[in-house]
T-cell receptor, first 115, second 115 residues
Framework: EAGVAQSPRYKIIEKRQSVAFWCNPI?????LYWYQQILGQGPKLLIQ????????DSQLPKDRFSAERLKGVDSTLKIQPAKLEDSAVYLC?????????????FGPGTRLLVL | AQSVSQHNHHVILSEAASLELGCNYS??????LFWYVQYPGQHLQLLLK??????LVKGIKGFEAEFIKSKFSFNLRKPSVQWSDTAEYFC?????????????FGTGTRLQVFP
């Protein structure tokens, strides 16, 4: 079974530029998550999708971050404009629910450096 | 504040030593508990999980964890570590909030094993 795919793996941009990340979840997983992992910390949820609808975006800095999952499969996360403090690893995860119990599976992440 | 605490930020062991990494959470009610591992340069992988039943859970690579409800703890153990166990370990708690599942991570514990 293929895992969660993400691209690019690395991105270096200057502050105030824009950047986009792509995620392809595990086939059949209805729920998709974007997390931000700052160095030395655990992942923090940015946004959660159920199929193509947003379930929770309460932690997403909406003035600069946006995300979409138009067809309920792939998703993109965009930052515009980027700030220095956005330097982090952006993780995508998808989840499988069995008997009401959910397990999340993570992609390799995109490491973003904002200069 | 509701949180997941990992008390050991950095653990250094010699091969064959025993390992115990602490994890405490502050949520009441029903929770699902996870340990994820991140090997150098790799993505987060599920090590083990607890949903219900036997509080002693066995995972991959000889790891196990014990859920102690009265102590709100889910400590990770391995009787004899190997150099290949060098990685970052994250405890995570999944709880249902406002009809959605939320996975909250601890800050992680970096384990270094020397031959």
């Amino acid at each position: 079974e293929a895992g969660v795919a993400q691209s690019p793996r690395y991105k270096i941009i200057e502050k105030r530029q824009s950047v986009a990340f792509w995620c392809n979840p595990i086939s059949g997983h209805a729920t998709l998550y974007w997390y931000q992992q700052i160095l030395g910390q655990g992942p923090k949820l940015l946004i959660q999708f159920q199929n193509n609808g947003v379930v929770d975006d309460s932690q997403l800095p909406k003035d600069r971050f946006s995300a979409e999952r138009l067809k309920g499969v792939d998703s993109t996360l965009k930052i515009q404009p980027a700030k220095l403090e956005d330097s982090a690893v952006y993780l995508c995860a998808s989840s499988l629910v069995r008997q009401g119990r959910e397990t999340q599976y993570f992609g390799p992440g995109t490491r973003l450096l904002v200069l | 504040a509701q949180s997941v605490s990992q008390h050991n930020h950095h653990v250094i062991l010699s091969e064959a030593a025993s390992l115990e990494l602490g994890c405490n959470y502050s949520y009441g009610g029903t929770v699902n508990l996870f340990w994820y591992v991140q090997y150098p340069g790799q993505h987060l992988q599920l090590l083990l999980k607890y949903f219900s039943g036997d509080p002693l859970v066995k995972g991959i690579k000889g790891f196990e964890a014990e859920f102690i409800k009265s102590k709100f703890s889910f400590n990770l153990r391995k009787p004899s570590v190997q150099w290949s166990d060098t990685a970052e370990y994250f405890c995570a708690v999944n709880r249902r909030l406002y009809n959605t599942d939320k996975l909250i991570f601890g800050t992680g514990t970096r384990l270094q094993v020397f031959p």
